[in-house]
């Protein structure tokens, strides 16, 4: 993947290990060691490290993997090895090695977040979408987010993965970071753009005359992040006129009014439905913004549309159960609600509706159960916007 | 009953015909007293009715007719002359002053500000516990480096509709901020929607339009109906509100509570606090709510039709004395404190709950 901000996970040799003076010491004499071919002189352990750290220094990363690959069958419990191996592995896009690598190393070294991110990293390249979210948020858990170039990889890549596991709205959340911190970027840029038009595509599976569109919304999504209402109101407008039917472009704008101005909002997700009427997931928007201004009866009727057409859908369960238990049909409700439980285990606004209908059927033990998952699923202090 | 309506009609139709050209619009607080006097008699006073004034209608303005601060490299200064009062920030070459119109809060007083058609929270309040003024909540991060920025925080559409949402009545109409026929404070219309029309029904002789009883609402409605401004536990939830500044928002902590139960009324806001009157602040007039659940039988367990409640084995009385415990948030003028209505076994050193 031609992406500069994934070669941008930087200083993994001073991330690991380096504070050992040993170690200091011992790769300072070994740099010294002059360079000689891996048949010849690399016959012991020792020998071989030496020689693998000097290739690594000059560069030479097939040589240098090619020896850091002999010592560890050698000596398979040396963990700084498996770390050295699996960067340069990366490093020379030798992902699925890599990736094998770095689980040795993280056996050793549980909580190393640089490992985790890395090896997420690598199962981004290897297709492995939920390993690598799962990775890569252990990474920044543990650590592998503490410098700021490296804090804007993961976030990037925690954006991409979202966005390529339909998670769109995390992902949207995800690069949120970057317009925050005025961080302009067109892959940045493109992302965002593949994750608001909820395209499940990395961008380099984008065609041409999709970039030009993505990358249009992707901008304007990045102007209204940025606080810049009115340049993103009219870019917005730009890319309606130059896309006057493309799908999720209204979706997207109503998605970033929401939070502030719910009525704005309802309008572009009605747009959105009447340029594709398939569209589910703004009818299920249109429902939602209906129940969160407290108007059930007027959601219910969108509500059971969208969840008849996919009722695999867990946001249509979620939007149809609330709006029955919230028009007196409360245990119908309800048994809509764990559907979509079923059908999304970890969706918050499906434990919240959960827990104010259990609450309100006198269940008590039930709702403090849901409560109580929703205070620890969201102890982390990060803000939620009201989605289903 | 009919007498007692048609009377009350004629006294609504007087007290219309009193109303300014400029409250069209009626003003249920007045006008609903004709039938509905036990719930008007005091509400004009409470602190949701006072929960935002007009310029020319603010004791605090008025008890302090020049209010000033030296912030920083900016001096602000409110001075309040007969009915109206200006905002200045001034860095001793340059100054910008703005009229005060909309005072937000009844005690503690935060201004919203219009200056080129934009609206600004004020960047220092009053706070009754000093008496004076101080930088506003959440302004303590922010660095102003011109008398404009002084003036306070630019606040988006969606922060004033909010605002004045909560704050007065009839401020936002289908989205839209109409300040014109705000009117301030919280009266009948904003949590009886649909007592204009039914007031203007009964002008006619129509009794049989009033707006929804919320007597009828379960604990869990009442907590989300009031909690639409005092925040409700979803809300705090999925803003990720946490550590004691969120005593503030009552709904949440009730929720939170091991004795909730949404479909009792016996514990909910509305069992507690009559919001038509003012807030009652002795502890001991809420034991006889807490008894209504853990008042005890020769068994010692409740006697009532709900869930079984234990009762209290130090005492009988002081309740909320002990497991609404006080919690102090700190505050650019100091600690302020809140009950939290967190209803629990609190100790002495526990921490803080969610």
């Known amino acids: 993947m031609e992406l500069g901000l994934g070669r941008r996970f930087a200083c993994r040799r001073r991330m690991l290990g380096m504070k050992n003076p040993n170690i200091i010491a011992f790769f300072t004499f070994v740099c010294l060691i002059s360079n000689h071919s891996v048949a010849q002189e690399a016959t012991t352990f020792n020998d071989l490290v030496a020689q693998a750290t000097a290739a690594a220094e000059q560069n030479d990363a097939p040589r240098a993997v090619a020896l850091y690959t002999k010592a560890l069958e050698i000596n398979p419990n040396w963990a700084q090895g498996w770390w050295y191996l699996g960067s340069l592995q990366y490093d020379a896009g030798q992902y699925a090695p890599a990736r094998d690598a770095l689980t040795r190393f993280i056996e050793f070294s549980r909580g190393s977040g640089p490992a985790y991110a890395l090896r997420g990293m690598c199962e981004v390249e290897t297709g492995e979408y939920a390993d690598a979210l799962a990775d890569i948020r252990r990474g920044i858990v543990h650590g592998g987010a503490d410098d700021e170039r490296n804090e804007q990889t993961l976030h990037f890549y925690e954006g991409l993965v979202l966005t390529r596991l339909g998670r769109f709205d995390e992902a949207l959340q995800s690069y949120r970071f970057f317009a925050q911190r005025k961080i302009t970027n067109p892959e940045v840029f493109l992302a965002i753009g593949l994750a608001g038009l909820r395209m499940t595509l990395l961008a380099k599976d984008a065609t041409n005359d999709q970039r030009a569109l993505v990358a249009a919304a992707g901008t304007a999504a990045y102007q209204f992040f940025s606080g810049d209402e009115k340049s993103a109101v009219a870019a917005f407008n730009d890319l309606f006129q130059r896309f006057p039917t493309a799908a999720n472009t209204h979706y997207l704008y109503g998605w970033l009014w929401y939070p502030s101005q719910r009525d704005a909002a309802l309008e572009e997700f009605q747009h959105e439905l009447k340029l594709n009427p398939s569209n589910e997931n703004a009818r299920v928007m249109v429902a939602w913004t209906l129940l969160m201004r407290n108007d059930p009866s007027d959601a219910l009727p969108v509500a059971q549309q969208a969840e008849e057409t996919q009722p695999e859908l867990a946001s249509a369960q979620l939007v149809l159960g609330r709006s029955l238990w919230e028009s007196g049909r409360l245990n119908d409700g309800i048994g809509h609600l764990k559907r979509a439980l079923q059908l999304q285990p970890d969706n918050l606004e499906v434990h919240i509706a959960l827990a104010a209908a259990y609450s309100r059927s006198g269940r008590t033990e039930d709702a403090r159960r849901e409560r109580a998952w929703c205070l620890e699923a969201t102890n982390d202090g990060r803000m939620r916007i009201a989605l289903p | ?354």
Not at chain 2, 56 to 76: A, I, W
Not at chain 2, 80 to 101: A, E, L, W
Not at chain 2, 112 to 139: A, C, D, F, M
Request: charged share 15%.
């Open chain 2, 1 to 354: 009953m009919r007498c007692l309506s048609v009377f009350s009609m004629a006294l609504a139709c007087v007290v219309m015909a009193e109303l300014s050209p400029a409250q069209t619009s009626p003003s249920p607080g007045s006008a609903c007293a004709g039938c509905h006097r036990a719930e008007t008699a005091h509400q004009a006073e409470t602190p949701m009715g006072r929960a935002s004034s007009l310029a020319g209608d603010n004791p605090t303005l008025e008890r302090h007719p020049k209010l000033s601060l030296q912030n920083g490299n900016f001096t602000y200064t409110i001075e309040t002359h007969g009915s109206k009062s200006f905002y200045t920030v001034s860095d001793g070459t340059q100054s910008v002053s703005v009229p005060v119109r909309w005072a937000i809060g009844e005690r503690m007083q935060t201004w919203v500000l219009e200056r080129n058609g934009h609206y600004y929270e004020s960047r220092v309040s009053y706070y009754p516990v000093i008496s004076g003024l101080q930088i506003t909540v959440g302004q303590e991060v922010l660095n102003p480096t011109t008398v404009e920025e002084g003036l306070g925080r630019e606040l988006n559409h969606g922060e004033v509709t909010n605002c004045f949402g909560c704050h007065a009545t009839g401020a936002v109409v289908n989205g839209q901020l109409i300040l014109s026929q705000t009117q301030p404070g919280v009266t009948c219309e904003h949590c009886h929607s649909g007592s204009s029309g039914h007031l203007l029904d009964t002008f006619q002789g129509f009794f049989d339009s009033p707006p929804r009883n919320l007597k009828e609402l379960s604990s869990e409605e009442v907590s989300s109906f009031c909690g639409q401004c005092h925040r409700t536990w979803e809300t705090v939830i999925r803003n990720g509100i946490r550590g004691v500044l969120n005593v503030r928002f009552q709904p949440y902590r009730l929720e939170n509570s091991r004795c909730f139960d949404g479909n009792d009324p016996r514990i909910s806001c509305i069992a507690c606090h009559d919001p038509h009157q003012s807030l009652v602040r002795e502890d001991a007039s809420y034991d006889s709510k807490c008894l209504a659940c853990h008042a005890t039988s020769a068994a010692g367990t409740s006697v009532t039709q709900h869930a079984k409640a234990k009762s209290c084995p130090v005492a009988k009385a002081g309740c909320t004395g002990c497991h609404m415990p006080k919690v102090k948030v700190n505050t650019p003028a100091g600690l302020i404190t809140f009950t939290d209505h967190d209803i629990r076994m609190a100790k002495p050193g526990d921490p803080y709950p969610n």
